[in-house]
């Protein structure tokens, strides 16, 4: 859809990120040439006219609500089979994106990202409207260090889809309230639970329940409290605790009414703690940096920005550090990152004071020790993997060998990355290892694609393949195959999809061979019979024609074996399928247009006629019409003159 016009105004510049219900781009309203964020809903919602007034309605309720943490709705419209959604553009990243590149953040970078968002939840609420999917990947961080929360109403409006199965639970598993996993209903306090859990992630950088696939995930918190985050990370005050055990209560009258009140409740718990204020930093390599490069076509992607150095960590060993740590060296400027806890719960004590200054001189002099043992342990043998994301592989490959890494090529799925750009590296760009380690460079292989696999496939590696597509495998039980019990019995969709990333792949047990009665299937239209086949766990192994004037052409005459045969599962069948002609009904029509109608249809013709003329009327047919035949049949037309 690059550089395509919707609505001959808005212009589609750049992908930015992709859903399994629609995709963000960067843009351009071209009447009012200022840069737009343009969501683009699947098509199959444009012929549902539920969907549609639903999404107008939401939209029209969003753009109403004035708040500087609201992502702004300018417009909305369905150009052919898009329907979309125009709206402001954060240039930055997503809360997802940052809590990736820093971990979990303390208490008062928390209430620096919480409080402005449950701000405008909260105006949101007073208008009676609610989120429905509160989520770091909804909450986006400005390179002004703006927070700003997204995609109101997106949730009820597909619910109200009749393309949507009323089974199917909206929202993202991780961060439903017990009654939307339950019942499917939300209010506001909704949203605060919602909140809770997205608060407990951002102390503890996880979430409180997991599981294989997302509907363990929702059902676990209908039976369970989410735990404390101090149970998980050390340093988190018991108010925070506090807080997130009430907005989470599984009963919603015990959680905050709404999100001002979960608000104010955190503005006060700041004052008790003295907790400083704090601009959030964007995100760095995020997908809307990544989206401007290639808007622009320039060579500042986002690995040539500079990259604020991630938070230092205390570390007693000189091993190889993971991303959100780096070796202690000679003094130097701090970088912006999340102040250290002390800053934040410092005492005015003069006794305090006087200790502090002690054990400032002590830490200096062991800093300068450490700094010295720390080139050599660490600088000397340690680097850090260079940014390489949106260059060409050569370029990629120059990049790391001239760092002192070896490289290698591999290939990952992207939606956004065209065929043969680089995505990434493994280890990740920032990633501390040894020098002369190899260093993968991921080249894109385009859109992800469920794998080649095969009934009879270990799970595990079914799974793992699923994985390194780029897909996410769900177990969706078991399912009768004559593949051996536990191995895989197959995939949905089918090897080869073509789909978004992070989408899901049902993954299916084999239960083994089952006893299975050949269904009734005469009189359905073929995709109807094979469908009917599948599901009873047979295999229709090839489709026969044959006449049968009792049933229309194209449905299903019989199968071989029989209806009602006892087989295994897995077994094969062979659907019958009728190829009777239907003879159409051409009374009145002159002898030229009936003799071509029928003749396209592979019918013979003789005419009764005084005068053997094409401008003759038809007063008769012989077999009447709607009667099913052979095809190379005679129909004797009776004309006059």
């Known amino acids: 859809m690059i550089g395509q016009m919707l609505e001959g105004r808005y212009r589609i510049d750049a992908p930015i990120a992709r859903g399994g219900m629609s995709m963000v781009f960067r843009g351009t309203d071209t009447r009012l040439d200022r840069p737009v964020a343009i969501k683009v809903m699947d098509p199959k919602f444009a012929g549902d006219p539920q969907f549609l007034s639903r999404f107008e309605f939401e939209a029209r309720a969003v753009a109403k609500l004035k708040h500087s943490s609201l992502v702004a709705v300018y417009d909305q419209g369905v150009d052919g089979e898009y329907p979309f959604l125009i709206m402001e553009l954060v240039e930055g990243g997503t809360l997802r994106e940052l809590l990736r590149e820093r971990g979990p953040m303390p208490p008062h970078a928390v209430r620096a990202v919480a409080e402005p968002v449950l ?134 009258a015990r959680r905050f009414a709404d999100a001002n009140e979960m608000a104010a409740t955190l503005q006060s718990i700041a004052m008790e703690l003295k907790l400083p204020p704090y601009r959030v930093p964007a995100p760095q390599d995020s997908a809307e940096h990544l989206s401007e490069s290639y808007r622009t076509g320039a060579a500042h992607h986002p690995g040539e920005r500079p990259v604020t150095p991630p938070p230092v960590a205390a570390h007693a060993s000189h091993a190889p550090e993971p991303q959100h740590t780096r070796v202690v060296t000679a003094p130097r400027p701090r970088p912006q990152e999340y102040p250290p806890a002390a800053s934040a719960f410092g005492g005015n004590d003069n006794h305090a004071r006087r200790t502090g200054l002690v054990w400032v001189g002590i830490v200096a002099t062991l800093t300068l020790l450490v700094g010295i043992g720390g080139w050599w342990l660490g600088v000397g043998r340690y680097a850090a993997v260079p940014p ?247 129909v004797t037309l009776t004309a006059l003159p």
Request: net charge negative; hydrophobic share 40%; glycine share 10%.
């Open 119 to 252: 701000r405008a939840i909260g105006t949101a609420h007073d208008a009676g409207l609610v989120h429905r999917d509160v989520k770091p990947e909804n909450v986006l961080i400005s390179d002004a260090g703006e927070v700003k929360i997204a995609d109101f109403g997106l949730v009820r409006a597909v619910a109200a889809a009749n393309t949507t199965s009323a089974s199917v639970i909206l929202g993202t598993a991780a961060y439903l309230s017990p009654e939307q996993v339950t019942t499917g209903t939300a209010d506001a306090r909704s949203d605060v639970y919602s909140f809770g859990v997205l608060i407990f992630e951002l102390l503890t950088g996880r979430v409180p329940f997991t599981g294989d696939h997302s509907l363990s995930v929702a059902y676990q918190r209908v039976e369970n409290d989410v735990p404390a985050p101090s149970n998980f990370i050390g340093g988190v005050p018991p108010q925070f605790d506090a807080l997130v055990a009430k907005a989470t209560s599984r009963d919603p």
């Open 388 to 634: 390489i994301a949106g260059m060409s592989s050569e370029r990629a490959v120059a990049v790391l060998q001239e760092a002192g890494f070896e490289t290698a090529l591999r290939q990952k799925a992207s939606d956004t990355v065209p065929v043969g750009g680089v995505v990434g590296s493994d280890p990740s760009a920032g990633s501390r290892v040894t020098k002369s380690s190899t260093v993968a460079v991921l080249i894109s292989n385009g859109k992800p694609r469920v794998p080649d696999i095969k009934p009879g496939d270990q799970l595990a590696a079914t799974n793992q393949a699923i994985r390194d597509a780029g897909l996410q495998p769900i177990d969706s039980g078991e399912a009768a195959s004559t593949a051996p019990k536990g191995s895989l019995a197959k995939v949905e969709p089918a090897p080869g999809t073509i789909l978004p990333m992070g989408a899901q792949v049902k993954v299916y047990r084999s239960k083994g061979s089952q006893p299975v009665n050949v269904p009734d299937v005469r009189g359905k239209t073929t995709e109807e019979a094979a469908s009917a086949l599948t599901t009873a766990g047979l295999v229709v192994r090839e489709t026969r024609v044959q006449f049968d004037k009792n049933v229309e052409g194209d449905k299903a005459v019989a199968t071989e074996p029989a209806v009602g045969t006892t087989l295994q599962s897995g077994d094969t069948v062979t659907l019958i399928v009728s190829n009777a002609v239907k003879v159409p009904n051409v009374m009145g029509q002159t002898v030229g247009n009936a003799r071509s109608k029928l003749q396209q249809l592979g019918l013979r013709v003789e005419v009764k006629s005084l005068t053997d003329s094409d401008s003759s009327l038809v007063i008769g047919q012989v077999p009447g019409f709607g009667s099913n035949v052979e095809a190379g049949s005679v």
